[in-house]
């Protein structure tokens, strides 16, 4: 397998990891988005919350690494 073939079976890991965090994302919004205003904070499982909130930024964190890393053995 050549290094562009490596290269670009990174990228799409990378992809493939940051929309599965966005997917988790996705999946506990209504529970957020839902609420109703007068409700307590205390309703909010801000445990899982954090918990996908913090996948979500290391995946794109990776994905954005990656990209930079990319550019610079192009440059």
Same mark, same amino acid.
């Given at each position: 397998?050549?290094?562009?073939? =490596? ?5 799409? =890991? ?62």
């Amino acid at each position: 397998m050549s290094q562009d073939s =490596n290269d670009l079976m990174a990228l799409q =890991n990378a992809v493939q990891g940051v929309l599965a965090a966005s997917d988790r994302v996705r999946e506990l919004a209504p529970s957020v988005t839902g609420l109703d205003l007068s409700a307590s904070i205390k309703d909010v499982d801000l445990t899982q919350l954090h918990s996908v909130a913090m996948a979500q930024a290391i995946a794109a964190e990776a994905l954005r690494g990656y990209v930079e890393e990319l550019q610079r053995k192009m440059a």
